[in-house]
């Protein structure tokens, strides 16, 4: 998110580079309005996502303020007698962001150390990515969902600055190239070539790019993640483009103003203003009605976003140039800050909620807008000055006036302090969660198909920390075990037998509750997979049927991933077990973290309710145990956690298995 400056620091002007005249400064209004809406409906998204679900457009309103405004400035510069450098132009950008960026990964590397270490996995390769501008990519090849990373990484949101980043490379080389071009060509009036050719650019690059997000998120109407298709700067890229296309067709004063007697002067602006905040109104309902989890965001809602942002720019531009707007000092101060605001609310609310665990939800979200408002001004100040070129009305150097010494004062005060801290919580990192460890051994124990495995495992990679949270596999000792009943009944050592034995199919949740599940039932078939989601089920349970793995006892346990056609896919399951003579144990999950909470609960509702329709189900209800035992599960609140979540989670099976066969088959 780019900040433009000016006298006094405010950004409700776009003032040009060192190299521009006065005369071509051009004013627009409204600019950090439009700013401080994109950021409130972000930080929204992030801390209230029932109520804004489709805050993360905020994000494409200011890919379209940045490429408006870094085009303007490329655009201007050529017009002055200095012209365009890239290496000047590359080293102002990164003398802007880098300092900011920096100072958060201090910050948050060291508070991190307050939190749980599954926080810092891979934190190393995280931080390089977030410094070197390519969070977008590394997530991608680490398959991280947009959403619903069952530990989201610290700095995942850094993968906007990766996209602005690559516009800035990309985009100013070629506004350099066409402009030599132009010059040699049309020496006379080269610039009226320069924004045909650049106009003809940047359409041809937003419309590529939005083909190609098109094409990476096809599968989104299926549930399939569209995570990838969203973080790609490729198919991302058009919401930049579409700024730039905007700025190159009103890049002249000519082009701003509009012709009107002076009496229809104030009518005619207030019509401009007026189309400029209705269009920030649909932008509003956007937010509120638009999900990730759907197609419609990726095959119009982003695109309709950019086009009204680039609509309230271009109108709130003319109307300044028809009645002087004053320049409202809260909005500019707060427009100033938004991109240190949006660098540390995320890290920071990650933190704080789970130091605050316990406490009511509003509190987690007040105190991250007062610590990311408060860090977000210091390191405004100190970035401001050390990005400063030229020098003072005085004739001094920048950097050695007296804010500029006060910035690198409070610049290297803030290195001696937390890079101690930084450098411990990068070098005791974990290279893997202990969710992802304790799955992984899960899964080779299902694979190898012994509860000994994973205990040989664990022997083998000397992870302390996880045997002792797992421990020996918990024994659950049903109530009454001498009783024995025709559909089930216990071996000598304790193991529940299920006449026609068990099948489940299910996600991490039920891999994570595994070996617990095998020590304690026989005759049991388990196919559990990480990620897996209702709609990845079916495939799954038709190969069970076709390889002869259907047992009469079925439980299925797919609700934590969901998508948008489980309710059908799951019947689509329920409508061929019919026939089959089977009992169906169906398992509700649990999710309190996530944007996708909501829709957990809504289909574990949809569950309870399926009995009804089918007398051969019942319900395994975890779900509603595990809400009200949340200390059971891991940081996520999805996962179980230890050996006692697992003697729950089996516990509450077997009980739904018990009941069950007082039903009849299918």
């Not at 408060?374 to 050695?400: F, H």
């Not at 739904?656 to 007082?662: G, I, K, R, S």
Request: charged share 15%.
């Amino acid at each position: 998110m780019l900040k433009t400056e000016g006298k006094k620091g405010l950004s409700g002007r776009f003032f040009l580079p060192a190299a521009a005249s006065d005369s071509n400064r051009i004013k627009i209004p409204g600019l950090d309005l439009l700013r401080c809406f994109a950021c409130v409906i972000v930080l929204g998204y992030h801390l209230m996502p029932t109520f804004l679900p489709g805050g993360f457009i905020g994000v494409d309103i200011f890919f379209v303020l940045s490429g408006y405004l870094i085009t303007l400035s490329l655009l201007q510069s050529a017009r002055s007698s200095r012209g365009v450098h890239l290496a000047t132009f590359y080293a102002d950008r990164l003398r802007r962001l880098l300092p900011e960026v920096f100072l958060m990964l201090l910050v948050v590397l060291s508070a991190s150390l307050l939190i749980s270490p599954d926080f810092r996995a891979n934190i190393l390769k995280q931080s390089a990515a977030s410094a070197g501008f390519i969070t977008n990519y590394f997530e991608i090849l680490g398959g991280q969902s947009y959403e619903e990373a069952q530990l989201p990484h610290l700095f995942v949101h850094t993968w906007t600055l990766a996209v602005e980043m690559h516009f800035y490379i990309i985009w100013a080389a070629i506004v350099v190239f066409v402009i030599r071009w132009a010059r040699r060509s049309q020496p006379g009036s080269y610039m009226r070539l320069v924004r045909t050719v650049l106009s003809c650019s940047a359409l041809f690059l937003a419309g590529t790019s939005w083909l190609l997000m098109q094409v990476e998120t096809a599968g989104a109407a299926a549930g399939i993640d569209p995570s990838p298709g969203y973080f790609a700067t490729h198919s991302h890229f058009f919401s930049v483009m579409l700024g730039a296309l905007v700025c190159v067709r009103m890049n002249t004063a000519a082009k701003h103003k509009i012709n009107v007697p002076q009496k229809y002067a104030k009518p005619v602006c207030f019509a401009l203003v007026a189309v400029s905040v209705l269009c920030v109104a649909v932008m509003a309902f956007l937010s509120v009605k638009l999900r990730f989890a759907s197609a419609a965001p990726f095959r119009w809602g982003l695109l309709a976003t950019s086009v009204l942002t680039c609509v309230a720019i271009s109108f709130m531009q003319k109307a300044g140039t028809l009645v002087p707007f004053r320049v409202i000092r809260p909005a500019a101060w707060l427009g100033n800050r938004t991109f240190g605001i949006y660098l540390f609310h995320w890290p920071v609310f990650i933190i704080l909620s789970r130091l605050c665990r316990g406490l009511p939800f509003w509190f987690d979200q007040s105190a991250t807008i007062v610590w990311s408002v408060v860090l977000a001004d210091v390191s405004y100040r100190i970035a401001s000055a050390i990005s400063r070129r030229g020098k003072t009305p005085s004739g001094k150097s920048a950097l050695r006036s007296p804010g500029g010494k006060r910035a690198l004062t409070a610049l290297l005060a803030a290195v001696v302090l937390l890079a101690p801290l930084s450098g411990i919580a990068l070098f005791t990192a974990p290279d893997f969660t202990e969710l992802e460890t304790v799955l992984t051994l899960e899964r080779r124990a299902t694979e190898n198909g012994t509860i000994d495995a994973i205990y040989g495992t664990l022997s083998a990679l000397d992870s302390s920390a996880v045997l002792a949270d797992t421990g020996a596999v918990s024994v659950f000792v049903p109530q009454n075990p001498n009783k024995t009943a025709p559909d089930y009944y216990w071996t000598d050592d304790g193991r529940i037998v299920f006449n026609g034995g068990v099948t489940m199919l299910g996600d991490s949740v039920m891999l994570g509750a595994s070996t617990a599940v095998r020590s304690q039932i026989d005759d049991i078939y388990i196919d559990a997979k990480i990620s897996r989601s209702m709609r990845g089920g079916i495939e799954v349970y038709r190969e069970i049927v076709r390889t002869g793995l259907l047992k009469k006892n079925v439980v299925i346990g797919l609700s934590t991933n969901y998508n948008n056609d489980a309710e059908e896919s799951l019947d689509e399951i329920l409508q061929s077990l019919i026939g089959q003579k089977c009992h169906v144990v169906l398992v509700t999950g649990f999710g309190s973290s996530g944007t996708m909470a909501e829709q957990i609960d809504d289909f574990a509702e949809y569950l309870r309710a399926i009995p009804e329709q089918y007398p051969f189900i019942t319900i395994a209800d975890w779900g509603d145990f595990a809400s009200k035992h949340k200390e059971l599960l891991y940081a996520d609140n999805i996962h179980l956690r230890n050996a006692k979540a697992r003697e729950e989670y089996t516990r509450i099976l077997i009980e739904a298995l018990q009941a069950v066969q007082n039903l009849p088959l299918s």
